[in-house]
């Protein structure tokens, strides 16, 4: 069981999801790893509901999700996104 790190969440999703656009992930726990918030932009997005998109994020950080206190996830299609940034 590795330590859960940003860098671990981003690499993970990045590997995973396919069309990724950008993750941004965020230690809410003051560094000790055991709250995160993602943000994951991807055009496979695209179609699906939140639920599914979620699903989709926590399937592949399984592993990781069962060794943290809280995770919350966001995930936009591209064009989402650049409604939200701006």
């Not at 993602?38 to 979620?54: C, D, H, P």
């Not at 064009?79 to 701006?86: D, F």
Request: glycine content about 6%; hydrophobic content about 40%; charged content about 20%.
């Amino acid at each position: 069981m590795s330590v859960v790190t940003v860098e671990l969440l981003k690499e993970k999703l990045n590997n995973g999801i396919p069309e990724v656009y950008n993750v941004i992930a965020i230690d809410t726990s003051a560094g000790c790893g055991q709250s995160f918030e993602v943000v994951v932009i991807s055009n496979t997005f695209q179609g699906k509901n939140n639920l599914a998109r979620s699903r989709m994020v926590n399937k592949i950080l399984c592993d990781e999700i069962a060794q943290i206190h809280a995770f919350g996830c966001k995930c936009y299609t591209e064009a989402e996104w650049s409604k939200i940034v701006l």
